[in-house]
């Protein structure tokens, strides 16, 4: 495959860029929203090129693990990582047990833009260094991406909310 499919998620939050830009890099802040429906749990959270994002997502009695590496930390502009969608207890990355074709890697970019006193967030996932059997599960997915992280914007939403509150 010559052209990799992206999911692409723009979405303008009513606080500013600052704030937003804090509620995902505040690793306080960020458990609150990223994987909604679950309990978030942050092992390591190291904001910086090269830096790791330990991650663990747990729904009952069973957990996700994941890892990301920071490429690019622009403050207040911009995010980009690679995402290890799966790794194994020691964070090495692995399969997806549920979906064994699903990348193992994926490119993350984040940007941040003013939009008056609101900001605009441009969320781009792509699969990294995937063979044809991941990129074509990973296009056979992106209609349906958008729901999860639609319901953890929301959730976001509200948590944005309540700190401007409290700054007022």
């Given at each position: ?91 090495n990355s692995v399969s997806n047990p ?51 992280w639609e319901s953890g914007y929301a959730?976001m939403d509200a948590l944005l909310a ?7």
């Amino acid at each position: 495959m010559s052209e990799l499919p992206e999911y692409v998620l723009e979405r303008i939050f009513d606080a500013p860029r600052a704030l937003v830009w804090r509620a995902w890099t505040d690793p306080e802040l960020l458990s609150n929203w990223y994987g909604p429906g679950v309990e978030t749990i942050i092992h390591k959270f190291d904001l910086k090129p090269g830096g790791e994002w330990l991650n663990e997502m747990k729904m009952g009695d069973n957990s996700m693990l994941s890892k990301v590496v920071f490429k690019e930390v622009a403050p207040l502009e911009r995010l980009v990582w690679h995402h290890h969608s799966s790794t194994d207890s020691e964070w090495n990355s692995v399969s997806n047990p549920k979906m064994p074709d699903w990348p193992r890697v994926l490119l993350t970019t984040v940007t941040f833009v003013d939009e008056g006193s609101k900001t605009k967030v441009t969320l781009t996932w792509a699969p990294y260094e995937s063979s044809d059997a991941e990129i074509a599960c990973f296009a056979g997915a992106v209609s349906m991406m958008g729901k999860g992280w639609e319901s953890g914007y929301a959730i976001m939403d509200a948590l944005l909310a309540e700190l401007q509150a409290e700054n007022t």
